[in-house]
């Protein structure tokens, strides 16, 4: 139970700062301020995941940069395809979208993005995780606990309260689009009914 609270921890941290480097490229690429994470508060979970996946797996690789940098471009684009399609899927909706970016795939990923992910894999192996492991083991597990609780209650509300949102905007979509294929249909039908109209007055 320690190792998962641990753990959990990394995850908040990484979804934190993950969020914040992607807020802030984005602000220099856009010029404006948008939130970037899927839920309402200033996190993006991706991040956490693909931080947990590095940490897990990347670790007894340490002593090869390249390996480390190709297995974590791999892992990442692994895990950005597959939350692409299952919030596609679930929620019909693109929270992004590289079609117009070269060598993307189905608009999922591109190697642009794959590369930058690669590099903050490394950042994050060689020189963020030693600090932020060393930091956290330094608190009392009782402490570690307490705040991992905390957090968990937090982010639990929050995916509940962004899930109902989407879900109830999603079935507010699909209401909306049948309103206008009816429309569509009555203007149609009475294009005709005018069309036969007409034609008998004039027959």
């Given at each position: ?126 020189i963020v995780h030693p600090t932020i492991s060393n930091l956290i083991l330094k608190i009392p597990i009782d402490l570690v606990q307490l705040i991992s609780f905390a957090l968990i209650t937090i982010m639990a509300i929050d995916v509940g309260f962004t899930i109902s949102t989407l879900l109830n905007l999603k079935e507010k979509l699909i209401t909306l689009k049948e ?25």
């Amino acid at each position: 139970m320690e190792s998962f609270f641990i753990f959990f921890m990394y995850f908040f941290i990484y979804s934190v700062l993950g969020w914040i480097v992607e807020t802030l490229y984005c602000r220099t690429l856009d010029g404006k301020w948008t939130n970037r994470g899927f839920l309402f508060g200033p996190y993006c979970p991706i991040y956490g995941f693909g931080a947990l996946i590095i940490i897990a797996f990347l670790q007894n690789f340490k002593s090869s940069f390249i390996a480390v940098f190709f297995l974590g471009m791999i892992f990442t684009s692994i895990l950005e395809y597959l939350t692409s399609f299952l919030l596609e899927k679930l929620f019909d909706a693109k929270w992004w979208d590289y079609s117009k970016m070269k060598f993307n795939i189905n608009g999922r990923i591109c190697l642009l993005n794959s590369l930058e992910f690669a590099f903050l894999g490394v950042v994050l192996t060689y020189i963020v995780h030693p600090t932020i492991s060393n930091l956290i083991l330094k608190i009392p597990i009782d402490l570690v606990q307490l705040i991992s609780f905390a957090l968990i209650t937090i982010m639990a509300i929050d995916v509940g309260f962004t899930i109902s949102t989407l879900l109830n905007l999603k079935e507010k979509l699909i209401t909306l689009k049948e309103s206008a294929e009816k429309l569509m249909e009555k203007n149609t039908l009475q294009e005709k009914l005018s069309e036969n109209y007409l034609y008998n007055q004039l027959s």
